[in-house]
């Protein structure tokens, strides 16, 4: 079954950083590539990451490059996302999701997603 859970977010100071961890199933690794969306009520989403499941190579929205950072461990069950520098407009929740192409980030179009896990930047 394709699944996706999200764990790691919080309250952090600007400035600050923080870890979002995603679990996803092996079956979702053998179909799709994970990545990262937001989403504030009221606004667009926007896509944030995403990386390969076939030969992890990353990809980033203008807003985060050079402050995030997605990886994916070596059982190749856990998706992080690692966030340095977090100012208030990162403050959304987070959503891990399964994507057909990484290219299609920059597009929003995503297969499946999580429950989301909420970050807020604030002093």
């Known amino acids: 079954q394709v699944q996706l859970v999200e764990s790691g977010g919080g309250l952090v100071q600007p400035g600050g950083s923080l870890r979002l961890s995603c679990e996803v199933s092996?079956?979702?690794?053998?179909?799709?590539?994970v990545g990262w969306f937001r989403h504030v009520p009221g606004k667009e989403r926007e896509g944030v990451s995403c990386i390969s499941s076939s030969d992890r190579s990353t990809y980033y929205s203008d807003s985060v490059k050079d402050r995030f950072t997605i990886s994916r461990d070596d059982h190749e069950t856990t998706v992080y996302l690692q966030m340095n520098d977090l100012k208030p407009e990162d403050t959304s929740v987070y959503y891990c999701?399964?994507?057909?192409?990484?290219?299609?980030?920059?597009?929003?179009?995503?297969?499946?997603w999580g429950r989301g896990t909420r970050v807020t930047v604030s002093s």
């Open positions: 999701a399964a994507l057909l192409d990484c290219d299609q980030l920059a597009r929003n179009v995503y297969k499946y």
């Open positions: 092996r079956v979702t690794l053998d179909y799709y590539h």
